[in-house]
């Protein structure tokens, strides 16, 4: 079975940090590019970050967090991670880890997500 869960979200306050995991499995995880997407409350998804396959050379991440969230892959262990730091009110969100590249996450598989509420 093709699937993506997604784990690591919480409630934290404004300028703490967590670390989102998303483990795959059903596909051959090491040589897809992955991202990172999420939804606030009442807007539509946006796109956070995204990962090359391989050896994760080629990374991309939003200006709205860049600097702050850093995504990382263990192709050992068929899981993409997402360092969430400096968090602001404003991240508060589901995240979602997709199958595909900054162009191409939106045509195929997403986790069910994982909640982060940032608030103080």
């Known amino acids: 079975e093709v699937q993506l869960v997604e784990s690591g979200g919480g409630l934290v306050q404004p300028g703490g940090s967590l670390r989102l995991s998303c483990a795959a499995s059903g596909f051959t995880f090491g040589a897809s590019s992955m991202s990172w997407v999420r939804q606030a409350p009442g807007k539509g998804l946006e796109w956070v970050s995204s990962i090359s396959g391989g050896g994760g050379f080629y990374k991309n991440t939003a200006d709205s967090v860049k600097g702050r969230f850093t995504i990382s892959r263990d192709n050992a262990r068929n899981t993409l991670y997402l360092q969430l730091n400096t968090l602001k009110v404003e991240d508060t969100a589901t995240y979602y880890c997709?199958?595909?590249?900054?162009?191409?996450?939106?045509?195929?598989?997403r986790g069910q997500g994982t909640q982060v509420t940032v608030s103080s």
């Open positions: 997709a199958k595909g590249g900054r162009d191409t996450w939106s045509e195929g598989l």
